[in-house]
């Protein structure tokens, strides 16, 4: 198991305070219904029939329809005796388009966020957010890395000449290696309203 959502779900289902349980049916029964399993280990049908998709949606456990009285179901067996996750963290890694670092941006006008500045006025140590209206109003702090709050600080004001991110990241000097932690900063401040691409 090599992608990071199936691992996820696996992870999910491994936590459940009945998966070891679970596991040891699957491991001893030659093939077992969610109902049998459910009776088995004193769960509520569904709860086992999720847990049994699961394992048969990640090619853990086969499936099998069968008939009882002309009324289908299924059974399931175990497949794999040994579960091995090995998760190449790279693939989910923020590349972006290749030319996502010429796109044009600056601050918004009337956005209502505040940057703070960090010690040495040369760069922002975070962005408060806000949404909603009235006694529903937010408040959300993003605390930034060091590359992060330099790029922020350089960043255009509303009413000057846009600039590229590159030529941000340039003028910031932040080196190329930190481009995908500064555009998952520049995409969450463009789905918030504080950045625009004019």
Known sequence: ???????????????????????????????ISASEAASRLGLHIQTAQDFLEALASLNIVSKEEVYEKKRPYYRYALKEQHIRLDIDLS?????GP????ERQIREKRNSGANFTTARGNQSISSVTLWSGNGRDRKERRISLTQPQGKFLFHLPFPNARPLSIAAIMKKADIDTSFSPE?????????????IETP
């Open 91 to 95: 693939q989910i890694k923020r590349a």
């Open 182 to 194: 500064i555009l998952d900063l520049v995409e969450l401040l463009e789905q918030s309203g504080v």
């Open 1 to 31: 198991m090599s992608d990071f959502k199936s691992a996820a779900l696996l992870g999910n289902f491994l936590a459940k305070d009945y998966a070891e349980e679970f596991f040891s049916l699957l491991v001893n029964y030659q093939d």
């Open 98 to 101: 290749p030319d996502e670092q």
